[in-house]
Structures are given as structure tokens and as C-alpha cells.
């Protein structure tokens, strides 16, 4: 699970929510995902639970995607001002504890 997470912020978004971290493993987790991020990339990483949801976050790797972000937006404002919905965001950066099953 750790590793998955990792990937997902190093390679894809520059951070990731984990959801239904049971409340005793995620310390750990935490602590893994940060350390495996900054053996990777040299960069700081923090994590946040909240409502039984991990956000982890690398702010360097962020800002280095940061203008495909801005175009996403964009994109979104556009479709919304011209009476169209919004292009629907693939949410590669969630991911869930129960589809690993590792309970």
C-alpha cells in the first residue's frame, strides 16, 4: 500500500488520499509513505488524516506538475462559462484501503 501511494505522489500528482485507513495502521503508513517519498525524491512530504482519510502531500513534486493543474482548471471554468459541464477529473490520486484488502 505504501509503495502504491508513494508512486502516486512521485509519478502522477504530487499527492494522494488514502481512504479507510483503519485508525491503528496509520501511523505507520504515514510514516513509510513519507519516508519512501523522500528516499525517491530528496523532497519534504507531510501527511494529514482527517475523517479517517490520509491526505499525503510534496509540495515540490506539486509545483512541478502545478500548470497542467491550471490548465485543468482552466479547462473546467471554460466549459462551466459556456453553459457545459465540466470535464469529469480522473481521481488517480485517491486510493482505498478496503479495494487492497489488507485487513
Not at 509519478?11 to 483503519?22: L, M, S
Not at 475523517?51 to 482548471?73: H, P, T, W
Amino acid at each position: 500500500m505504501a509503495q502504491v501511494v508513494a508512486d502516486v505522489v512521485v509519478d502522477q500528482r504530487g499527492f494522494a488520499e488514502i481512504h479507510g485507513v483503519p485508525g491503528d495502521q496509520q501511523e505507520e503508513l504515514r510514516k513509510t509513505v513519507r519516508k519512501l517519498i523522500r528516499q525517491r525524491t530528496g523532497h519534504q512530504v507531510r501527511t494529514h488524516s482527517f475523517n479517517g482519510v490520509l491526505y499525503i502531500e510534496c509540495q515540490a513534486i506539486y509545483d512541478q506538475r502545478a500548470k497542467l493543474y491550471m490548465r485543468e482548471a482552466a479547462d473546467a471554468m471554460t466549459a462551466v462559462l459556456e453553459g457545459e459541464s465540466p470535464p469529469r477529473m480522473n481521481r488517480d490520486w485517491v486510493v482505498s484501503w478496503d479495494a487492497w484488502d489488507l485487513t
